[in-house]
């Protein structure tokens, strides 16, 4: 399934669209469970559904500072302060004739069947209260259960923990969970020119910054990193290390060395241990994009992602192409790719026979979106790619104009 848009593709690659949905539905999660304390649980997935342990609110209690009353004994005299109740009280019962002053959180005093907010109240010289302005029954009032009751569903299995979810967890008094293990990802590179960052640097030799970018994309996503290094333009050394990776691996993600050059050794080494799926995607950059495995077939043996070695289509094809398939190995659904239109604020001639993909800043000063380039994109060219907020998608044979709409992609959902 395609996004809707009018195209051209370039025979024999497989839209953008089309390949996303392609690596969804290749996945599938990855067994076994474990628990770990909460306080260990940021990122990882929920292996079983989680039910609340108790009514939350677990008592009617008050939602504001103020003072909790019964509306019928409102009078123009005003009402005495016979009661105070702080959060962590018990529950108490408001004498007759009387309020109480309430603080938020705490429980509403039965009897009482409204709060008012401090800010609504006038105390008299005698310290009784008049209330100003009008008051509903139920006002500021946290209904006991409102939020949840014990027993109720309260997070799905396969959720991804984050902050508020492990909140909601505590809130509960839960202090362990069971999570599905980590996705074991193999990372290498390919290149007879790469060397480690810090190393000393010959003339014609690049650092290795895939791997670092790589790295720390997956460092949000909550796995377990075999950092198989980097692997020569050598097809016995390649062979080695993607035996390893298949023996070793839930998933095997490598860059470089999968386009058809003589010097490209990546695609034959995939064939001889498993197969391709597909290679190539009509995207700029990220053309080389490739799906494969090790092992008999996609669905027995070990899913492979065989990325571009320039550095941007590197960065798009895990945004784009590898992260659902690892959510997918993870349990979980990968979300839909957000997109939404922006003005272009700038002039291009537009890819041919393949969408682009700009990397762009989104400029709010006239009030609505609109997105500039955010320099040089080259797709060896990172600064562009450091800088920018998100990609503008730019269909196949279009020319980008000034102030027409375009759709856009916040680079914040691929979790950076």
């Not at 695609?267 to 090790?294: M, Q």
Request: net charge negative.
């Amino acid at each position: 399934m395609n996004c809707g848009c009018a195209e051209v593709i370039t025979p024999g690659l497989v839209d953008l669209f089309d390949a996303r949905e392609r690596m969804a539905a290749a996945s599938r999660p990855v067994a076994g469970v474990e628990r770990v304390a909460l306080e260990e649980a940021e990122g990882r997935v929920l292996g079983d559904a989680v039910a609340a342990t108790l009514d939350l609110p677990g008592v009617d209690n008050s939602a504001m500072d103020g003072y909790a009353l019964r509306l019928a004994e409102l009078t123009p005299r005003g009402l005495p302060v016979i009661q105070r109740v702080p959060a962590g009280a018990g529950v108490m019962h408001l004498p007759e004739g009387g309020c109480a002053r309430i603080f938020t959180g705490a429980p509403v005093p039965i009897g009482a069947d409204a709060v008012v907010p401090q800010e609504k109240v006038r105390l008299d010289a005698e310290g009784r209260v008049h209330v100003e302005g009008g008051l509903s029954p139920g006002a500021n009032i946290r209904r006991q259960g409102e939020e949840s009751r014990a027993g109720t569903p309260l997070l799905a299995s396969n959720t991804r923990l984050e902050a508020a979810a492990i909140a909601l967890l505590a809130s509960h008094g839960i202090a362990e969970v069971t999570v599905r293990r980590r996705v074991r990802v193999a990372l290498l590179s390919t290149g007879d020119e790469l060397i480690e960052p810090g190393q000393p640097r010959a003339p014609g030799q690049v650092f290795d910054s895939n791997r670092a970018m790589l790295k720390s994309l997956m460092a949000h996503q909550g796995i377990e990193l075999i950092d198989i290094g980097v692997v020569l333009d050598d097809p016995h050394e390649l062979h080695r290390a993607l035996e390893r990776a298949r023996d070793e691996a839930d998933l095997v993600v490598c860059s470089g060395g999968v386009s058809v050059g003589e010097e490209d050794h990546v695609r034959p080494a995939i064939e001889r241990l498993g197969g391709i799926v597909f290679h190539g995607v009509g995207i700029k950059p990220g053309k080389p994009f490739a799906l494969g495995f090790l092992g008999k077939s996609l669905d027995a043996g070990t899913p492979l992602v065989a990325l571009p070695g320039n550095p941007v289509a590197s960065l798009v094809g895990w945004q784009f192409l590898a992260l659902p398939l690892l959510q997918g190995r993870q349990g979980m659904t990968p979300p839909p790719l957000q997109r939404f239109p922006v003005k272009a604020g700038f002039t291009r001639r537009g890819p041919r026979g393949r969408r682009e993909l700009l990397r762009v800043v989104i400029d709010w000063s006239s009030g609505t979106p609109v997105a500039q380039l955010a320099g040089g994109q080259g797709s060896h060219m990172l600064s562009a790619a450091s800088q920018a907020h998100g990609y503008l998608l730019v269909d196949a044979d279009t020319d980008v104009e000034e102030h027409h709409a375009y759709g856009y992609c916040p680079a914040a959902q691929f979790g950076r």
